[in-house]
Every structure is written in structure tokens, then in C-alpha cells.
């Protein structure tokens, strides 16, 4: 349709607002309340417009553009009620611009300078609050509060924590949060993206306050170095300090919107425990050395180790933090340079289960589906994620939908954020998701709401799934997983019925002993109900780390290489082999779990990590560290002093995310690109300049193609790797994130999979029977301990636990135990206590809560105080190699003279 | 009869126990008024004497004494009506009760000195329909109001209430409901007035099938009280308009908004929603018909924004009650999100009389172009203040003058306020005005006499909005607040030169560019006084003086010599001290140190104290 604005032609679509088609043609409507982000609010009132024909003038925010409207937008009038408006917002604001933070980034100023108010005309009353500086991360001037209700907007309609509101009627108004409690004591998560909506320094970052002026700063995107959605960041820079992180609006999975971490978890960066010179043990020391010595060293190490144990007894560990480009480079360096597929890396301890299970059922083993698009979902199971904390950005999505009516049903063991906010709660026991599954599969055959059409048309396998299901009718599961039946009807009636239903699961399907059953009766239920390949369905495994579906892509796993490509197939290898000129191995190397077993063993001598701290992040710490102890020869290439590099031979020191370009992959495939934004300390060296210059020095100079830039690195993965074929920095950088498969130049990216047909063709059905976790409550360990991640801190704290603010938030670790048992074990919350399993004990305070049901308690694993990994289970899936993380037995008690 | 209908009607007849009506037309009753303000005036007293009276006669048996809803002539409570002779005798006192006991219930003849007396002839009136504060209305709305116990569902049923829903679920034709309720021009004050038919029928249109039915009686303004009125005397009535609404749009809740200090009418409406769910008509199957519909009530603080429509539902859902933008308009996104018909009691309490007696009766009803009756709650400087149906399109002389009797007797009537905060004030020129959408979400009309300061009575008004103003929206939230401190300073006697022209461009673009139905009226008191009484601005910020002897800071006490009898009443009462004179003399104000407290003038047994216009030239302490 077509309308005038200020006399031209305007083109629009149906439903846009008068403000959209405007700034669509260039034509700026001043806006203090308007955020793309929000439903319109039509409050500042600044965004009037004359319509022909209206009563009076309209809010062009709020109001639809028409066919053949006529508008214009700074008539004489418009003009003049427009400066009346900022005459009156200015006699009621601290205009303290000469001091102020957002002084040349506050849309106030630019306003008022560009309607000419230089001063109230007004010398009434001025609402009078103190300043609130009570939270780490976020200070309240109520004095410039102009009220625009942006605050209140994004914490409603985005973040959904309600936390600000409007006080007070009338002229006294204010925002603030209930009882006026610092945001800290409220259910506010600190993510800031209140103060990314406040159009004045009202709502002010505190970290970066009164350290440099707007102007001064060099603003550089690039993607967040945290979970896997993969927000886009767009770091400030101040004599090469990030200073302050924000994120543009309308880009990136996040659209604008950040949480604690991504926002305010950037202190790390310049930190004074960044490792900036090598290290070389000497005498049992790990002193500073050049790079030349460490090269030299581990170069002549592995040289001789190869040379006398060959090259299967040296495994590479590659990183989920590191980029596309690094990892690319670290398993070439293992499979081309050392001679092995020993390489793999944390994807083991996530989503192994995920791989092994969806390349089945599937045929690709990835999310199917883009954030966005689950926006038109009209019901979700969540099930084994904690959705709203280990990926918050993706949860805004869901929670999106939420508001537009669609149903939630949450299967987890604890009553997580997302539980609460469910339809359906279906709080299952540890480890009994595939029973819970059966179930629900079972009421949707029984009841007639299966998908005949799409299981006729795009899978095979019915029967005998089926048949699997048969057992499971809902009081049977209610046996098994202690979800009262009726529920598991609902939920199953909800899934069976409505047009879209997406599945979003996590950890808590995957680590398990039997995970990739877990994940084959999910793949099930989304086949059963016909909810693959379409906008607002899928099967969405939330990858849990910044680049882990990166680093699978990119081969750094024990079986394929780069694009999936299996080493076992003769062709593909023949290929490899060609482009980079050696001959390759055959055999499928060692997984990381696998890795340690044989280091006990003796078959592995050399450990080589890029990036990882399996001391805190792999099952069974006391294994783990014996494992590490008894190697000829540790490598760890890392940012900080993990407590895996404790134990090494060699430290190298890296280059952080905001040090380096290079391109990571979201959970969503999406990869997207980084940008270098100030230079690395001291002498830390970027990941993959290390393997180019080790794969030199072990003599693969002339057949080593990788050159030294990461974009070049990404032209040679996208010459052998088909799905990121059409995938370069240039087009990145143009285009912004690419959803693979990007076949070529042209392709626009894939954001859903599987739409006209599977990747393996069919979608294939299996059936699965429940099996217990290979730990069970028993009278000695007569509890379930399960584990997990929190919002404010990430995977082993190496990051956010120096970051001041976050631990200030959360400053240690604990474990949540229900009031029930702990009234029993004569727990007392805040409290430490001893949990204890059969590998190990730690001592932790207690968390006395109803998030956990009766006979279940919870430990986060980031804290290496109270390492949760030191009591888990390495109990492994047989086909995944992934550890039962999410299971075991144990035993809880007060820490005696506490 | 269809089966259906005899199905209905047998339904509907275990519904009534005639047995217990207890207000029966042609019947010896004493009837007394029980609403809120004849209860406030003793009306409880004057039952239990009447009772107390009957019994000790062993007259208990042949005269019921009934407590009805209001007449409206709230001025003149406690009310009480002696049937079937309709005999009226205002202000009654418990020790009247005897007198009108013997003489009229037995004797048979009224007591002529309790009579009501013609404001103007001074002559008594015997019978209530010869009041003309009765005599110059049209009652359909309130027609049962004071005519029947409210707690009574059979008395409401025994007057027909009930008859039209039963019948329009006879017919099945919801369509008919909204034709009727469209086609009679029945209005709403909520919100944007308008029509409540065309309102059912975009509610109609949305996708969902879930409807919301909801009633408002949160008058949220001073001087407004008709909602509560009907509430109190004729609950029955606005259940049955809701049923009909919510037969027409197939809604299955409903919601009564009603303010918690209205508290008897809270009682009323509770009571009447349990007997109508015990009797079945309320809740599943309502009469076998296949209608399902219950009412909760939504009690709240009074709120002036829930004047608009959008506030007021998210105020019932739980929010903070601001607005919000439209479209959606409630018809299509209201109670939680659903479709939602939205009016004020009075509406539906008119929806049942449109549907018995047809859309062209009730149009008829109005004068001229005007369609059917407007209820309003005449108070202020008025001799009988109280509830009035009328004609609409009536004048407003009319209702002030002949219903209202004018003002009070010695003043001059200056300007009626319609609609409170948000209304409008006309003066006294222009009371030939017709009464019909004057102002929006209020059915107040108070009446203000010579001793009303306009820019004072502008600056209180404004002040309401302001303090009520949800706070969000810019011109509502500052530009009151500015208009409202110039209004503080011409009243504090600091007006300056161009306060009124900063005046009329602040509430003109305030009033233009808000949200909501608060903010875009909230500037119309400042206008509207501005355009009509602008000599009484100039004379505050030009001559320092309030031409009506309000504001303190603009007027000048003094004791005139003539008239002081020299008692020393205000020289005692004095809490500034500055009255001196000996007894038996004539006493002074000196004026500096004057607090303008008025007491002086309330004491004085002579009317000795003047109020003058103006502040005194400076006048040396001693000198005068």
C-alpha cells in the first residue's frame, strides 16, 4: 500500500506503524518512548503527527499506516506542540548534561538540541529522589527520569521479570521496583537491558560511569563469548579497555537485548590474572619462558613421544570458546601434523548424545529451527533446559510467544524459572525422561492426535515405535517419573493439538548414560505430532557454550572431519588428504571421556587442550586429576591459570574474544563474525598462530596451507566443508550471521532444517525403552544429585569469576536442597554441608529451597571450591561417550561445629 | 408456546416466591428509604421507630414496614412514604414517627407540618409525585428505585424485573438484544461516550469466543453518585442489563467494578448476585436456556483515570490502571485480552426497559433529536440536591431550577460543573443548554452559586486530575502540573501578566496530544472558566482581588462598626489574636496579621463580619 508522508510516495506494508513507513523512507519522527523492541507505549507524545482527516494530531508509534493517508510530520504546529512537550519534559529533568554519562548518546539532548529548547520555560517543582546506587551493575537517577516507561517495557514485555513499575499517580510518579527494594533483592536479573531501552542517564551502566566520555569511545561488534545463542555485542573501547558492552537493536539473536553476563561480564578482558607470558614447568615450577622455549620444548616432546608411542598416544583437546577458524587449524594440526583423530572437545560433556541421537532420527544433529522463528510457536516443551539461565537470549524468545498466548510445559526435575512460568510443570524424577516421553507419545497415539499424514509422508519407523509405546500408559509413567498422570494427559492433548509445538531441550536430556535414547524419543515426539521443518516446531537442542556447534562443525571430534565427513569413509578421507597433502588415519581416535581412561591405562602419554578446564568440567575430578598427574606431557593453551593448567608442563598464553576475529556458530547455526577490538596482553598470541607455528616446527612447513589470518583460514574451511561453502568474513561482515547450510555465495543460509525432506531422507522412528541411571538412590547415598549452570556465572568460572559485580551477585556456590530433607539431614540454610558420593566429597553452604523436590538436591558446577565434578558419575553413554552428569546417588549432612 | 419457552417460563416461575415480596403496589406499606445518604441522616432510627410504633399498636400485621432504594431527593432524607396513598414526608425524625403513625396510617390524613413544602409557594405537598423535584422527571431507569426493597430479588421480580431477559431468551435472538439496545441510542458515559449497541456488535465480530461483560460503577469524581444509586436501590436492574449483554454476546463472566467506600451498594449487589445464583440465574444453564454467565464483583479504591475504559480493565486485571494506546479497542482486545463490552451501571440498568418496551419507547423518551433519559447526581450550592432522571435534551435551567429549585435561597446561581474533573463548566447564560453528552465518564452536576471562585474552582478541579493522572503521558503528567501551579499562583495572589494566555496554550496542547480520556479532558475546567469567566482571572492577576471572596491571599476581613454589637465572640475565637475592642463596643480585624481563617465570620451571631474583595492597601498596624 501506499501512503504521503511530508509530500513523497511511501510504500508499506499492512500493519506497519505510521513512525516504520516513515523511517523506512528516511523521514525521522523524533521518539523518546519508542523502542523497536516494545509494543507502543505512545506516551512522550513527541512522535504527533498531523494525519488529513484525524481529529487531532496522531501518535505515529501506535498508529497504522492506511492506504492512501496522507501525513505530515513537522508542520507548524507538530513543531511547536513538539518543543511544548520537551519545554515541559526539561522542567521536570536533571540537566546535568556538562557531567552526565550519556552527554553525545542521549536521545533527550539530540531532541531538545534539534527543536532548539535550550532551557525549561518552567520553573515549577522537580521530582526530587535520591540517586540509587545499590546494585553492581546498574545506577537510578530518578532526577533525569523522564518517565518514557522503556524500563518498565523491556522488564515486562521482553525480559518478563517485572521488576520496575510506575509509582505513584500524577506528577509524583516514578519508576521504581516494589517497596522501592534495590533491584538486587527483587526478581531482577540483572541484564541490563533496562538501561539499553533509557533514552537519557537515567538508567546508567555503573561500570563504565564518570570513566570516559561518548565521544571518546571506539565502538567495535562482535559476538558474545559466553552460551551459544551468540548475542551480538558491540564492545566500547577507551584507551584499549572495553569499558562498557552494549548490543544494537534489531541485530543478532538477541535483537538488542543482553544479559548479565553478555553485558556486564567483560572485566575479565583486562584482568591482572591474564596469563601474558608462556610458562614451562622447571624444577616443579611453572616459570615464565619465551615463546621460542615453549614452542621448542613441546615441539620436541611430541616429536619423541610420537616417535616412541606413536601417534594415537597423543590426544588434542580442542576448545567450544575458540573460533571456527582455530578449531579448524587445531584438528588439522592433530589429524595432519601428529597423525591422529585423537581430538576432540567439551561437546563430549553436552551434546554427544545430541550428535549420536539426531544423525539417526535425522540425519543432522543440530538445532532445527532459529529463535526467532519459535516466536510463532504456539506451545513448547521444554524439557532438561533451564532455559531462562543457561540461555537466556533464547528464553526471551519463548517467553515472547508466552505473552502471544502460546502454551509452555516444562519437564524438569526442579522448578526452574520456566517452570513457573508453565501451563504444565511435569516435574519428573533424574534420568527417567524417556519414560516420561514414552508417555507422552503414548496418550497422542491413544487419544487419535497423532499426524498421520506427516508420519506417512516423511518417516519411516512407526511401527515400531509404536509398539515401544505401547507399555507406557500414563499411570505406569507416573510409577516411573512421579508425574502425576494427569498432567502428562494435558501436556500430551497440548502437544497433540495445536498447530505448532517446538521442543527446546538441553543438558538434562543429553548427559545421561543412556542420553542418546533420551534424545531418540524426543526426535520421536516431534515426528509423532508433525513438528519439524516448519516455523514455530522443531527439535531444538540449546547448545550450551559460545562455539561448541562451531567446534563440532569443524571436526574437532574423534570421527569426522570438518562438515561431519566421517574419517572412516575412504573417499572423504581421500579428499582430506589431497587438500592438505598427507596421508591421514583411518581409525576413530579417543573421545575426552575415553581420553582419561586410557591415560590411567598408559596408551595415551600427551594431553594437549586448547581452551578447557576439564579439572572442573569433567566427571569425576579425583579420576581426572590422577589422569592429569600420570602424563608424560601436558599442554593448556588458555586465557587464565586454569586448574587444568595447574598440572601442566606448558602454558600458553591466548588471545580472548575480544582480542581476535574470527567467526563463531551459535546454537543456531548461525555463524557470525568477530572483530578485534583491543590487542591481547603482553605476549598472549591468538589460539590457531600457535598450531600454524607447531605444525612449522614439526616439519609440515611446505604442506601447511593455513596462513595468517583467520578469514583466509575461513576460505580454505569453506572450500572443503559443503555446509559452510558460501560462508567468508566479507559476506559476514556485510550480511551479518549465516544460518548453515550456505552452500554457496548466493545461498541465504538455512535457518530451519529438515523443510521438504530430512537430511538422511526419512525421519526415522526408534523405539526406545526406559532404562534406569547407572547410579540409584540407595541407603548409603540415599539422595539424587544432579548438576547444572546458573545465569550470572559460566561453565568453570574462569571468566565470570572475575568479573566483581557478578560476584558480588552470586559469590560462591551451594547446593539446593529441599526444605523436607533438610529438616530431616538437620540442614540449615546458608549453612555448609558435605556432599558426598561415592568418588568424592565437598563441602558447600546449603540453599534450603523448594526448587528441588524431596529426595533431589542440586550443585552448579562453576565453583572450583565446591567442585560438583568431583562427585558425578563418568558412567558413560555407550554410543555418545557422554558422561551422567545429571544422575547420581549421594549423601548430604551439616559440616559438624557449623 | 414453543417448548422452549414453556421450558423457560417454568424455570423462570420456580425462580420467583411471591410468598416473599414484601413491597406489594396497592398495599398498606410505610416505606422508607435505606440508601446511603437518607441512612446517613438517620433513616435506620426512623424504621425501628416506625416499627417499634406499629407493634405497640398491634399494627404489625396490617402494615409492613419496607426498606427501599432511593427516590433521589437526597436533600431531604430521611424519606418516607406512607402507600398505598403515597403520602411523602421528608426529613422525618424517629419523634415524628408516632404523630404520622396515628394520624395518617390510622387516621388516614397526613400530618401537614411533617409535609414537604413547595420551595417556592410554601405551601405542603402531600403526595410524592407532586414534589416537583419528582414532578420534572422521567424515571426509567430508576423507575423501581425507592419503589422496592432491594434486597429482595422478588421484589424485583414482582415488578417485572427479570421479564425481558426471560423473554429475550424465549425469542433466541441475540441479534434482536443488539438491534433493540442499538436502535433506542442508548449511551455509556464510559470512556468515549457512545453507543453501547454498536459496542456489543464490534464485540461480536472478534475471533475469540470468549467475551467479557463488564460493568462499571466507579464514579470516580466528587459529586457523582447515580451509579452507586442504582446500585443501591435497584441491583437487579443492572444484572438483568448484563444478562441481556450477555445473551447478545455470548459472554460467560461478567465484572462489576464498584468502589469500596460505596459500601451499601457493594452489599446490595453481593446480595442480589448470591439470590440470583440460588434461584439460577445465574451460572450454568441459566433457566434451562442454555446461556451460562455469572457476575464477580471488582472492588477498588475510587479512581478518576479508570474513567477511561482501558484503565479501568487493567485495573480489574490485577495492573496498575493505566491506559493504553487504542486500537485494540475493548470490543476486540479488552478483559484479558478477550472482547469486552464496556458500560456504566446506569446503562445496563436501562438495557432491561429498552428490551420490555422496545428501542422507539426509549428513544422517544428523549426531547428533539435526544434520545431516550440521562441520569445525573444534582448537587452543590443547590436547594434539593439528589439523583435525577430526565429527558435527555432537557435544559439544564430545567434541572436546576424547576427539578433542583435553584439556588439556595439569598444567592445567586453563577455556573453549573458537569462531569467533575473532566467536564465542563457553564455558566449561568448558558443553562439553556440540553442535557445530553456533556461530559464524559461522570454524572455529576453540581451547582455553584456567587460565593464559588471560578479560578479557584479550576485550580481544585485541575488539581484532581493532576494528583489522579496515571503518570505516564507527558502533557497530562506536566503540562497539569505547570497549568496547575500558574492556577496556585494567580490564586496566592502571584498571577502575572500572560498567565492566561500560557494557560489556554498549555491546555490546548495538552488536551490535544494525550492518551487517554484523563489527560485529554483534564485542561477542559482551566479552558472552559478561561473562555467564560476571564474577568474573574484578570481581576485576580490585574487587581489582586477574588471577585467572590475565596481566595485568602486576595480578600480582606473586616468587622462593620454598624453591625458589631461588640459580644467578643470572634475576638475569643480569634487564632491569630488580631481582633481587639472592648465589650459592648465594635471590635477590628488588624489585617496584618490575619490568617483569613473565616472563623471570625462563622461566629459572628450579627453578620457583622465583611469579606471584601481585594488586599487592603498597606495599612499600618494601629492606623485603621
Redesign the interface.
Known amino acids: 500500500m501506499e501512503l504521503t508522508i511530508d509530500g513523497r510516495m511511501v510504500k508499506a506494508e499492512p500493519g506497519t506503524t505510521i513512525l516504520q513507513a516513515a523511517r523506512s523512507a528516511g523521514i525521522d519522527i523524533p521518539t523518546l518512548c519508542q523502542d523497536d523492541r516494545l509494543e507502543p507505549f505512545a506516551a512522550c507524545r513527541l512522535c504527533l503527527v498531523e494525519v488529513e482527516g484525524a481529529r487531532g494530531p496522531v501518535a505515529s508509534c501506535a498508529a497504522e499506516a492506511a492506504e492512501g493517508m496522507v501525513v505530515r510530520t513537522e508542520t507548524d504546529e507538530i513543531v511547536e506542540q513538539r518543543r511544548v512537550l520537551l519545554d515541559l519534559m526539561l522542567s521536570d529533568h536533571k540537566a546535568d548534561c556538562l557531567t552526565c554519562d550519556r552527554a553525545g548518546d542521549c536521545r533527550l539532548q539530540d531532541l531538545a538540541y534539534r527543536y532548539g529548547v535550550e532551557t525549561s520555560s518552567y520553573a515549577g517543582e522537580k521530582r526530587e529522589y535520591p540517586l540509587r546506587d545499590d546494585t553492581p551493575f546498574i545506577v537510578f537517577d530518578p532526577s533525569k527520569c523522564i518517565l518514557c516507561g522503556r524500563c518498565v517495557g523491556i522488564c515486562d514485555e521482553v525480559q518478563q521479570c517485572h521488576v520496575l513499575n510506575f509509582a505513584e499517580r500524577g506528577f509524583p510518579a516514578f519508576i521504581s521496583t516494589s517497596y522501592g527494594r534495590s533491584m538486587v533483592e527483587t526478581t531482577c536479573e540483572m541484564c541490563g537491558n533496562c538501561v539499553s531501552a533509557c533514552p537519557t542517564g537515567a538508567l546508567q551502566d555503573k561500570r563504565s560511569r564518570h570513566t570516559v566520555r561518548a565521544w571518546d569511545v571506539e565502538k567495535v561488534d562482535t559476538v558474545c563469548p559466553y552460551c551459544g545463542c551468540g548475542c551480538n555485542l558491540t564492545l566500547h573501547v577507551a584507551d584499549g579497555k572495553v569499558v562498557r558492552v552494549t548490543s544494537k537493536v534489531g541485530e543478532g539473536p538477541g535483537g538488542g537485548n543482553l544479559c548479565v553476563k553478555g553485558r556486564y561480564g567483560f572485566e575479565f578482558i583486562a584482568h591482572p590474572d591474564r596469563l601474558t607470558r608462556p610458562l614451562v614447568r622447571v624444577d616443579g615450577t611453572l616459570t615464565p619462558a619465551s615463546w621460542d622455549e615453549a614452542l621448542e620444548l613441546i615441539t620436541s616432546k611430541l616429536f619423541e613421544i610420537r616417535h616412541e608411542h606413536g601417534p594415537d598416544a597423543i590426544v588434542g583437546f580442542a576448545s567450544a570458546r575458540c573460533t571456527n577458524e582455530e578449531d579448524y587449524v587445531f584438528q588439522k594440526f592433530m589429524r595432519a601434523v601428529i597423525g591422529t583423530n585423537n581430538v576432540d572437545h567439551c561437546a563430549r560433556l553436552c551434546h554427544a548424545s545430541t550428535v549420536t541421537g539426531l544423525a539417526q532420527s535425522f540425519g543432522s544433529a543440530a538445532m532445527t529451527n532459529s529463535f526467532a522463528d519459535l516466536e510463532m510457536a504456539d506451545a513448547f516443551l521444554i524439557i532438561g533446559s533451564n532455559t531462562s539461565e543457561s540461555h537466556p537470549i533464547g528464553a526471551l524468545h519463548v517467553k515472547k510467544a508466552l505473552r502471544n498466548g502460546a502454551k509452555l510445559i516444562v519437564a524438569d526435575p526442579r522448578e526452574i524459572d520456566m517452570a513457573r512460568r508453565a501451563d504444565i510443570h511435569l516435574r519428573l524424577r533424574p534420568g527417567t525422561n524417556v519414560a516420561l516421553l514414552n508417555g507422552l507419545a503414548h496418550v497422542i497415539i491413544e487419544e487419535g492426535m497423532a499426524d498421520d499424514e506427516f508420519i506417512a509422508a516423511r518417516t519411516e519407523g512407526f511401527e515400531e515405535m509404536r509398539e515401544a509405546v505401547r507399555p507406557y500408559a500414563p499411570a505406569l509413567v507416573e510409577e516411573i517419573t512421579g508425574v502425576p498422570a494427569d498432567k502428562i494427559v494435558a501436556a500430551a492433548r497440548i502437544l497433540g493439538t495445536v498447530e505448532r509445538a517446538a521442543i527446546l531441550y538441553s543438558m538434562g536430556i543429553t548427559q545421561h548414560s543412556h542420553g542418546t535414547e533420551h534424545v531418540l524419543a524426543i526426535s520421536n515426539l516431534a515426528m509423532l505430532t508433525g513438528n519439524v521443518g516448519r516455523p514455530g516446531t522443531g527439535v531444538n537442542p540449546l547448545r550450551g557454550q559460545n562455539n561448541v556447534q562451531g567446534a563440532c562443525d569443524m571436526g574437532a571430534l574423534p570421527n569426522v572431519f570438518p562438515g561431519y565427513q566421517p574419517v572412516t569413509d575412504p573417499a572423504l578421507r581421500a579428499r582430506w588428504e589431497e587438500a592438505w597433502g598427507v596421508e591421514l588415519p583411518a581409525e576413530v581416535g579417543l573421545t575426552v571421556t575415553e581420553t582419561f581412561d586410557a591415560i590411567h591405562e598408559g596408551s595415551v602419554k600427551a594431553l594437549i587442550v586448547m581452551g578447557e578446564n576439564v579439572m572442573l568440567s569433567d566427571p569425576d575430578q579425583t579420576h581426572v586429576e590422577e589422569a592429569l598427574r600420570k602424563l608424560d606431557f601436558l599442554v593448556v593453551q588458555d586465557i587464565f591459570l586454569t586448574e587444568t593448567a595447574d598440572f601442566a608442563d606448558v602454558v600458553l598464553p591466548a588471545a580472548c574474544f575480544a582480542e581476535k576475529d574470527g567467526t563463531f556458530t551459535n546454537t543456531e547455526r548461525r555463524v557470525q563474525l568477530l572483530r578485534k577490538a583491543v590487542e591481547a596482553p603482553g605476549e598472549a598470541r591468538e589460539d590457531w598462530w600457535t598450531w600454524c607455528e607447531l605444525a612449522h616446527r614439526l616439519g609440515h612447513a611446505e604442506k601447511w596451507h593455513c596462513t595468517p589470518t583467520q578469514a583466509e583460514i575461513m576460505d580454505e574451511i569453506a572450500r572443503l566443508t559443503p555446509s559452510y561453502g558460501g560462508i567468508s568474513h566479507r559476506r559476514l561482515d556485510k550480511e551479518g550471521g549465516l544460518a548453515w547450510p550456505v552452500p554457496d555465495e548466493e545461498h541465504p543460509g538455512t535457518p530451519i532444517l529438515h523443510t521438504e525432506r530430512f537430511a538422511r531422507g526419512k525421519g526415522r522412528f526408534f523405539g526406545v525403552e526406559y532404562k534406569a541411571a547407572a547410579e540409584e538412590p540407595d541407603e548409603d547415598y540415599p539422595l539424587t544429585l544432579t548438576t547444572g549452570r546458573m545465569l550470572e556465572h559460566y561453565h568453570t568460572g574462569t571468566m565470570t569469576r572475575r568479573v566483581e559485580g557478578i560476584n558480588e551477585l552470586v559469590p560462591t556456590g551451594f547446593v539446593e536442597i529441599s526444605p523436607a530433607d533438610a529438616e530431616r539431614l538437620g540442614v540449615v540454610d546458608g549453612r555448609p554441608v558435605t556432599v558426598e558420593t561415592r568418588r568424592g566429597r565437598i563441602e558447600t553452604p546449603a540453599w534450603v529451597t523448594d526448587r528441588v523436590g524431596e529426595g533431589v538436591v542440586f550443585i552448579p558446577f562453576h565453583f572450583w571450591e565446591g567442585p560438583a565434578n568431583r562427585l558425578t558419575n563418568p558412567a558413560r553413554d555407550p554410543q555418545a561417550k557422554i558422561p551422567e552428569f545429571k544422575v547420581c546417588a549421594c549423601k548430604v549432612s551439616p559440616v559438624v561445629g557449623s | 408456546m414453543s417448548e422452549r419457552a414453556d421450558r423457560i417460563e417454568a424455570a423462570f416461575a420456580h425462580v420467583f416466591h411471591p410468598s416473599m415480596v414484601s413491597a406489594r403496589e396497592g398495599e398498606q406499606e410505610v416505606r422508607v428509604c435505606a440508601a446511603t445518604t437518607c441512612a446517613g441522616s438517620g433513616a435506620g432510627a426512623v424504621r425501628d421507630a416506625f416499627r417499634d410504633e406499629l407493634t405497640r399498636r398491634g399494627l404489625q400485621q396490617e402494615w409492613r414496614v419496607v426498606e427501599t432504594g432511593c427516590r433521589g431527593s437526597c436533600d431531604q432524607g430521611p424519606i418516607v412514604s406512607v402507600e398505598p396513598a403515597g403520602v411523602f414526608y421528608p426529613r422525618v425524625s424517629p419523634a415524628s414517627v408516632p404523630r404520622i403513625v396515628a394520624e395518617t396510617l390510622v387516621g388516614g390524613r397526613p400530618v401537614e407540618d411533617l409535609l414537604y413544602r413547595h420551595p417556592d409557594t410554601g405551601r405542603p405537598v402531600a403526595r410524592a409525585a407532586d414534589v416537583p423535584f419528582l414532578l420534572g422527571q422521567r424515571r426509567l431507569v430508576l423507575a423501581l428505585a425507592g419503589r422496592i426493597d432491594p434486597a429482595s430479588i422478588d421484589d424485583a421480580i414482582a415488578h417485572e424485573r427479570y421479564r425481558a431477559f426471560v423473554e429475550a431468551l424465549i425469542a433466541d435472538e441475540p441479534d434482536d438484544v443488539i438491534d433493540a439496545v442499538e436502535e433506542s441510542g442508548l449511551r455509556t458515559r464510559v470512556g468515549d461516550p457512545g453507543s453501547v449497541g454498536s459496542r456489543w456488535r464490534r464485540a461480536l465480530d472478534g475471533t475469540h469466543d470468549e467475551r467479557f461483560v463488564v460493568c462499571t460503577a466507579d464514579e470516580g469524581d466528587p459529586g457523582a453518585f447515580a451509579d452507586r444509586t442504582v446500585l443501591e436501590s435497584d441491583p437487579h436492574a443492572v444484572i438483568e442489563g448484563m444478562l441481556l449483554a450477555a445473551f447478545a454476546i455470548g459472554a460467560r463472566h461478567g465484572v462489576v467494578r464498584v468502589r469500596r467506600d460505596h459500601a451499601a451498594a457493594g452489599e446490595r449487589l453481593r446480595g442480589a448476585l448470591v439470590e440470583c445464583r440460588e434461584r439460577g440465574l445465574l451460572g450454568r444453564d441459566i433457566l434451562g436456556a442454555g446461556l451460562s454467565f455469572d457476575i464477580e464483583i471488582d472492588a477498588a479504591e475510587r479512581m478518576l483515570?479508570c474513567a477511561d475504559e482501558t484503565a479501568l480493565i487493567a485495573s480489574l486485571e490485577g495492573r496498575?490502571a493505566?491506559p493504553r494506546?487504542r486500537?485494540p479497542a475493548p470490543t476486540e482486545a479488552g478483559f484479558r485480552?478477550r472482547p469486552t463490552v464496556v458500560s456504566d451501571a446506569v446503562a445496563y440498568a436501562a438495557v432491561p426497559w429498552i428490551v420490555r418496551n422496545g428501542a422507539a419507547a426509549y428513544a422517544a423518551a428523549g426531547l428533539h433529536e435526544h434520545t431516550g433519559t440521562r441520569v445525573f447526581s444534582l448537587s452543590g450550592q443547590v436547594r434539593n440536591g439528589g439523583v435525577v432522571e430526565v429527558p435527555a435534551g432537557t435544559s439544564l435551567r430545567r434541572v436546576v431550577e424547576d427539578i433542583g429549585g435553584g439556588a439556595r435561597p439569598g444567592r445567586r446561581l453563577k455556573a453549573v460543573q458537569i462531569g467533575g474533573p473532566l467536564g465542563v463548566c457553564l455558566p449561568a447564560t448558558a443553562l439553556e443548554a440540553p442535557i445530553d453528552d456533556l461530559a464524559a465518564g461522570s454524572s455529576s452536576l453540581v451547582v455553584l452559586d456567587d460565593r464559588t471562585c471560578m479560578v479557584d474552582l479550576a485550580r481544585h478541579l485541575l488539581s484532581i486530575s493532576?494528583?489522579?493522572?496515571?503518570?505516564?503521558?507527558?502533557?497530562c503528567?506536566?503540562?497539569?502540573?505547570?497549568s496547575l501551579?500558574i492556577l496556585e499562583r494567580i490564586v496566592d495572589g502571584r498571577g502575572r501578566d500572560g498567565d492566561m494566555e500560557l494557560l489556554a496554550?498549555?491546555g490546548t496542547?495538552c488536551s490535544?496530544?494525550?492518551?487517554c480520556v484523563l489527560g485529554g479532558n483534564a485542561s477542559n475546567p482551566v479552558l472552559g472558566t478561561l473562555r467564560d469567566f476571564a474577568d474573574e482571572y484578570e481581576a485576580h492577576i490585574t487587581e489582586r482581588r477574588c471577585p467572590a471572596g475565596v481566595c485568602r491571599a486576595l480578600i480582606t476581613y473586616s468587622i462593620d462598626p454598624e453591625a458589631c454589637t461588640g459580644c467578643t465572640l470572634c475576638a475569643q475565637r480569634c487564632p491569630a489574636a488580631v481582633i481587639s475592642g472592648r465589650e459592648g463596643q465594635p471590635h477590628v480585624i488588624d489585617v496584618s496579621g490575619c490568617t483569613k481563617c473565616d472563623i471570625c465570620r462563622q461566629v459572628c451571631p450579627d453578620g457583622a463580619v465583611r469579606v471584601r474583595s481585594g488586599v487592603s492597601q498597606a495599612v499600618a498596624p494601629g492606623t485603621a
Request: positive net charge; glycine residues 16%; hydrophobic residues 25%.
Open positions: 483515570v496498575r493505566v494506546i486500537p485480552g493532576q494528583r489522579e493522572g496515571c503518570g505516564t503521558c507527558v502533557p503528567r506536566l503540562g497539569t502540573k505547570r501551579e496554550e498549555l496542547y490535544q496530544g494525550t492518551l
